[in-house]
């Protein structure tokens, strides 16, 4: 899961992406496998930490999310976001490759229409829903294949909402867990890189997401917050990201259970919102 790779302790997570360029054809060819996050199903739905209350609150404010929403979200996993989604009032249409995830998806919410499918090859209704939504899935999905479809599925006035995930902020003070993690990182070497630009790098993102004409960024916010995680959570947390090893997660519980059992996380969530053009600018 490198969308969820933790930072070491001193270096900001962006070194070593793609650059801001238009993906290549064969784009699927140039990615890791996503489909790890549906192997682990279980452990990435009791792991991951939800969403930060702002960040609901920022797209209440923005008006993008309102009660009677119809809203598309890409790559809804186990439901991070797909809860809240529902609990704000919108009516949810998820797409999900992973058969174990859509599995949980729709036991959870009845009320999900979920298609198992990739964002590249669902087919989707035109000028049916007011939000798409991408949690932390943005960086799989082929963006030339996926903007003009969302183009075609949103209405007029509709928006795109886009956030990442940054599991150690690099401008948060380093705690002595935040050391213990880099010391591992710093063990193993170099890691495979994430695709696309990294989760911070909002103004790549940006301008990612605004190529083609297809949409407009109307807001970018890095939301900071801070969640206390005890061993077993830590533990499950780090065995969800795809570059680090069970051992290697033992070792950062470990870490925790001698740091006194509890530690503070510090995690930021970079937020790109976007209106639908009213005519692609091509
Ligand atoms: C890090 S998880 C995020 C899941 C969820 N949105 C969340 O916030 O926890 C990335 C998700 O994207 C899904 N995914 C990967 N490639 C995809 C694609 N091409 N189209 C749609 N979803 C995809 C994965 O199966 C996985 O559920």
Redesign the pocket.
């Known amino acids: 899961?490198r969308?969820?790779h933790p930072p070491t302790a001193r270096r900001p997570p962006t070194g070593g992406r793609r650059s801001t360029r238009a993906p290549p054809r064969s784009y699927a060819a140039t990615v890791p496998d996503?489909g790890h996050?549906?192997a682990l199903a279980d452990v990435y739905d009791r792991a991951?930490p939800p969403?930060p209350a702002a960040l609901w609150d920022r797209l209440r404010t923005l008006g993008v999310l309102r009660p009677g929403a119809r809203v598309v979200?890409?790559?809804?996993?186990?439901g991070?976001?797909t809860g809240p989604l529902v609990r704000a009032g919108a009516t949810v249409t998820a797409?999900?490759?992973?058969p174990a995830?859509a599995r949980l998806l729709r036991a959870r919410w009845p009320d999900v229409t979920v298609h198992e499918a990739?964002?590249?090859r669902v087919a989707l209704p035109h000028a049916s829903f007011d939000l798409a939504v991408a949690?932390?899935?943005v960086h799989?999905?082929?963006l030339d294949v996926v903007l003009p479809k969302l183009h075609r599925a949103l209405v007029p006035g509709g928006a795109l909402a886009v956030w990442r995930h940054v599991f150690g902020d690099p401008q948060a003070p380093v705690t002595p867990f935040r050391q213990r993690v880099a010391d591992v990182v710093a063990r193993r070497g170099a890691v495979p890189a994430r695709p696309g630009p990294g989760e911070l790098d909002t103004t790549a993102w940006s301008a990612r997401l605004a190529a083609g004409g297809w949409f407009r960024v109307v807001d970018v916010a890095h939301l900071r917050w801070t969640v206390v995680l005890d061993a077993e959570q830590v533990r499950d947390l780090f065995l969800t990201f795809s570059d680090w090893r069970p051992d290697e997660a033992d070792a950062v519980a470990h870490a925790v259970r001698d740091l006194g059992g509890r530690v503070t996380e510090h995690y930021v969530t970079p937020l790109v919102v976007l209106a639908r053009a009213a005519t692609p600018v091509r």
Do not use: H, I, K, Q
Not at 73 to 78: R, T
Not at 95 to 98: K, T
């Open positions: 899961m969308c969820a996503p996050f549906d991951r969403y979200e890409l790559g809804a996993g186990s991070l976001a797409v999900e490759p992973g995830l990739t964002a590249e949690a932390t899935s799989w999905l082929d």
